[in-house]
């Protein structure tokens, strides 16, 4: 058994916002949702909704219903639609803005305080930083603003939303949303325990090169955990990015290894985690129907209809603001990871040394291990649904966009 808990929305919930100058009033909903795995561990499957934190008579428990004669089917549609308004939110406001923009914010913030451009730390770095503090300023003005595209689009009262990404971002743990132990404490890492779970299979292979690279990366500059200790540099970015970044967890770097897992969670959550939240939107959640970014009030999770199931959509105009907004932030791919190059003539390298770039060094490694992942994808995807937002040939080294 599997339950997704949306509590975290319940600060949404309680802050309906308003569309088309204030004629619609629009929810997001915070439910808790049961999914239990087929007896064959082939599939997960939705048994049962609570459509809210606070169940009630308004607010009953509902169970997976297939068959449109049963009394209960169009009550399971709602709530289902529930559970996808709360998962295209959570997934939008908190995951993408939260915990890869807003994270690496502070990286892209500190790096440059604190490390000289010589620095090879700052050379590995700044290519995976690279767009982030020029988007995340356009999106404050444009997108997450009073009558800016997310409050066109999303549930939610504009300053609830801005508060619960806000709030999220300060909440998130650095070490624990690591990719192999968020895996864990989440119960997921297990692929013989739960299998057919694309974002871990690729999310792992991707995670992996690029710590074997970044440890490459490492042992060329620092030859033993005392000299990590000694860089000055580093320790200044690392006071800054706890006292200024307020990045939870985050602490002192005393060995190599250490450093690896650092490095590696930057880069990953700059290239391949943002893209696995970012191009979905373009190719799945800009479809309201299926992803809506809000809904309106309903009078009961029973005794539902397909006219009253429909009618929790809002209008049109709000749909086609959906889409517009989701197809462009998901539809735009700059730069490669992998390729550390300059973006005009004669786009040159940005890693001058020979002893990363030489023949069979670190750096073709990485770019090696990475073909041969695409490659390893593109295989899976033949006998599965096909997942494409892991291929190492769509992942940006940065979150431009």
């Known amino acids: 058994l599997y339950i997704l808990d949306y509590a975290e929305l319940q600060a949404l919930a309680e802050h309906p916002g308003t569309k088309l100058n204030a004629s619609v009033t629009t929810e997001v909903y915070a439910p808790i949702a049961l999914f239990a795995l087929t007896q064959d561990r082939s599939q997960l499957l939705p048994v049962a909704i609570q459509a809210s934190q606070n169940p009630g008579a308004k ?4 169970y997976a219903s297939s068959n449109v004669e049963d009394a209960h ?15 295209t939110n959570y997934l939008e406001l908190l995951l993408h803005l939260a915990r890869t923009h807003l994270l690496i914010e502070a990286f892209a913030l500190a790096t440059p305080r604190n490390l000289a451009k010589s620095h090879p730390l ?3 770095l700044t290519p995976h930083l690279e767009g982030t503090l020029f988007i995340n300023e356009l ?8 009558g800016g595209g997310v409050d066109q689009v999303f549930g939610a009262n504009i300053d609830a939303v801005q508060a619960a990404a806000g709030a999220d971002r300060l909440n ?3 070490y624990a949303t690591m990719l192999p132990t968020d895996l864990k404490l989440r119960g997921l890492l297990d692929s013989a325990q739960f299998p ?54 985050y602490k002192a770097i005393e060995t190599k290894a250490q450093l690896a897992d650092v490095l590696t969670m930057v880069i990953f959550t700059a290239s391949a985690q943002h893209a696995a939240v970012n191009f979905p939107q373009s190719t799945l959640m800009s479809y309201l129907p299926a992803f809506p970014g809000s809904l309106l009030a309903y009078t009961s999770v029973t005794g539902n209809t397909e006219a009253t199931w429909l009618q929790s959509f809002p209008p049109i105009a709000v749909a ?14 700059y730069t490669k990871l992998g390729e550390y190059q300059t973006n005009s003539f004669p786009y040159s390298s940005q890693l001058s040394d020979t002893r ?10 990485f770019k090696d291990d990475l073909l041969a992942i695409d490659k390893q994808i593109q295989q899976r995807n033949q006998s599965r649904p096909p997942y494409i937002y892991l291929q190492p040939s769509r992942l940006p080294a940065s979150i431009n966009v």
């Open 320 to 333: 086609q603001a959906q889409l517009d907004l989701l197809w462009l932030l998901g539809s735009v791919y």
């Open 73 to 87: 089917y169009w009550d399971w549609q709602l709530a289902k639609s529930l559970v996808q308004n709360a998962d």
């Open 59 to 62: 607010q009953p428990i509902v």
């Open 122 to 124: 700052y050379q590995l």
């Open 172 to 174: 998130l743990d650095f």
């Open 139 to 146: 999106a404050a003005r444009m997108l997450v603003d009073e």
């Open 356 to 365: 990363v770039t030489q023949a069979n060094g670190p750096l073709q490694q």
């Open 196 to 249: 057919n779970f694309p974002y871990r299979d690729d999310g792992l292979l991707i995670w992996e090169a690029i710590h074997k690279w970044v440890t490459a990366y490492i042992a060329i500059y620092y030859a033993e955990d005392a000299s990590v200790l000694a860089d000055s540099e580093l320790v200044a970015m690392t006071e800054d990015l706890i006292d200024s970044g307020k990045v939870k967890g």
